[in-house]
């Protein structure tokens, strides 16, 4: 079974230019999450999907941050216009519902996204 | 809102003594507990969670972690520890009434020297 799957690995762009990563869920995972990863910091949750819905947006920055999953399966994460702050990983990750409903509850994770702005 | 604690940023053991790395938890109701690694330039990778039953859970590539309630941690061990197991070491929980929401700690560097 193929894991989740996020593109490009590593990116470097100047400040004020766009960027987008693509991330790809493992099969049937309905739950999709992105994180923000700095060095040497714990993953810290950006938003997170159930299907098609955002139901957890709130630690987007969503003047220049933005997120779409699509007909549920694949998502997009967009970062117009980077700035330095923003170099990180962007973690993607999917799960298969949670365990109270009958779901394993761990989270499988992508490499990352890892982004330099210069 | 949940919370989890590390207060360890690295630790080091020889290869061959016992390891632990600490985690404290923090939520409103019952936790749902997960333990993760991450090598260098990967993702994290799952090695084993708390969901309810026996306080001792085994996971993936000899680890195991304890869970407990009245001191709300639940620790990663491993009786022998491996050069190849130095790596960064994450705990995270999940509240049982939160939805699928994972809060992760702030991470344990591991370092296993021979």
């Known amino acids: 079974e193929a894991g989740v799957v996020q593109s490009p690995r590593y990116k470097i762009i100047e400040k004020k230019q766009p960027v987008a990563f693509w991330c790809n869920p493992i099969?049937?995972?309905?739950?999709l999450y992105w994180y923000l990863q700095n060095l040497g910091q714990g993953p810290e949750l950006l938003i997170r999907y159930e299907n098609e819905e955002a139901v957890d947006d709130s630690q987007l920055p969503k003047d220049r941050f933005s997120a779409e999953r699509l007909k549920g399966v694949d998502s997009t994460l967009k970062i117009q216009p980077a700035e330095l702050g923003d170099s990180a990983v962007y973690l993607c990750a999917s799960s298969l519902g949670t365990v109270a409903g009958g779901g394993t509850g761990e989270l499988f994770f992508g490499e990352g996204s890892r982004l330099t702005v210069l | 809102a949940q919370s989890v604690a590390q207060p360890e940023d690295q630790v080091n053991v020889a290869e061959g003594n016992p390891l632990t790395v600490k985690c404290t938890y923090s939520?409103?109701?019952?936790?749902?507990l997960f333990w993760y690694v991450q090598y260098p330039n990967r993702g994290l990778q799952f090695l084993l969670k708390?969901?309810?039953?026996?306080?001792l859970v085994k996971g993936s590539y000899g680890f195991e972690a304890e869970f407990n309630k009245s001191q709300t941690s639940f620790h990663l061990k491993k009786p022998s520890a491996l050069v190849s197991d130095s790596a960064l070491y994450f705990c995270a929980v999940r509240d049982k009434g939160g939805g699928n929401k994972l809060t992760f700690g702030t991470g344990t560097q591991l370092k296993v020297e021979l």
């Open positions: 708390y969901i309810t039953g026996d306080n």
């Open positions: 099969s049937g995972h309905n739950t």
């Open positions: 939520v409103s109701g019952n936790p749902y």
